[in-house]
C-alpha cells in the first residue's frame, strides 16, 4: 500500500512484521525508551491497551506487532498534537491494522472523561521527561513539548493511568531515573503500586539513563528490581538483547 507523505516526513521500517511508521525530524523522531516500553509491558488475550501521549503512534503500533499472535487485544493512542494524529492515523492505515488500532485526537488530562472511568486492562505511557526545573523551553515547540511537562505532567499522566485502569490492570512507564523518587511517591499516592523495574544502562559502567516500572492499580506492596539492561558492547554494537528486542538480526 502507497500513502501520502508530506513536507518533512520519512517512512521507516520497524523491523517486525513488515511493519513502517511515518515520520518528520523537524517534530520528533521516536527513540530507543519507545522501543524498549513496547517490549517491557505485557499483554494478555482481549485485554484493551492504551498508550498516554502515543505522539507518532510508535508505542500501539510497535505493540500490536509484538503480540500480533495474541487474540482479542485492541491498542488505543491518545495524542494532543494534531500533526502527530495525522501521522500516527496514516501508519496505522499503513500497516492494515486499523480493525486493531485507534488514534484518539485529545488531552491526557481529560483521558478519564474521553474513555471513561476503568476502561484498559494496560496503560502506557512515555511521557515528557522534563519539568520547569529542567531549563527554559520554548512553549510553542512540537518537539518541546514531547520533552518537557508543558501540556502535561508526571501527576497528571499517573492520575489518567489510575482512572482509566480496571483493578489488576497494569500501567507501563519509562521515565529518566533522576527523578525516580519522585515517581514513586507520585504513583504511591494514587493508589498504584510499583511491582517491577528494570535500568536501562548505555554501557555496562555507565550509570543508567533510562528506568521501566511496571505498576499494579491496587497491587500489594512488593517490587522486583530485574537486571540491568546494557544498550552497547565495549565496541559500541548493541548488545544481543537490544537486537532482539530491536527484531534485528545480527550481520
Request: proline share 4%.
Amino acid at each position: 500500500m502507497t500513502i501520502k507523505l508530506n513536507q518533512g516526513e520519512r517512512l521507516d521500517d520497524l523491523q517486525r512484521n513488515g511493519y513502517r511508521i511515518i515520520q518528520n525530524t523537524d517534530i520528533f523522531c521516536f527513540g530507543m525508551d519507545a522501543v524498549l516500553l513496547s517490549a517491557f509491558a505485557t499483554v494478555r488475550q482481549d485485554d484493551k491497551v492504551l498508550d498516554l501521549g502515543c505522539g507518532n503512534g510508535i508505542i500501539p503500533i510497535l505493540m500490536k506487532a509484538r503480540n500480533d499472535q495474541i487474540t482479542g487485544l485492541h491498542f488505543t493512542g491518545l495524542e494532543i498534537q494534531d500533526i502527530n494524529v495525522d501521522m500516527a492515523r496514516r501508519s496505522v492505515e499503513l500497516n492494515r491494522i486499523e480493525a486493531d488500532v485507534d488514534i484518539v485526537h485529545g488531552d491526557i488530562k481529560e483521558a478519564s472523561t474521553i474513555f471513561g472511568e476503568a476502561s484498559f486492562n494496560v496503560v502506557t505511557s512515555n511521557p515528557p521527561y522534563m519539568n520547569e526545573n529542567h531549563g527554559i523551553v520554548n512553549p510553542d515547540s512540537a518537539k518541546a513539548i514531547a520533552r518537557h511537562e508543558i501540556t502535561c505532567s508526571l501527576e497528571d499522566v499517573v492520575k489518567a493511568a489510575k482512572w482509566l485502569l480496571k483493578t489488576g490492570g497494569h500501567f507501563y512507564m519509562v521515565h529518566r531515573p533522576f527523578r525516580l523518587a519522585e515517581i514513586i511517591y507520585t504513583l504511591k499516592q494514587h493508589k498504584l503500586e510499583p511491582k517491577r523495574m528494570r535500568l536501562v544502562h548505555p554501557y555496562v559502567d555507565k550509570e543508567p539513563n533510562m528506568v521501566l516500572i511496571d505498576v499494579v492499580k491496587g497491587g500489594k506492596q512488593r517490587i522486583t528490581v530485574e537486571p540491568p539492561l546494557i544498550v552497547y558492547n565495549k565496541d559500541g554494537s548493541y548488545t544481543d538483547e537490544i537486537y532482539q528486542i530491536y527484531g534485528e538480526m545480527k550481520n
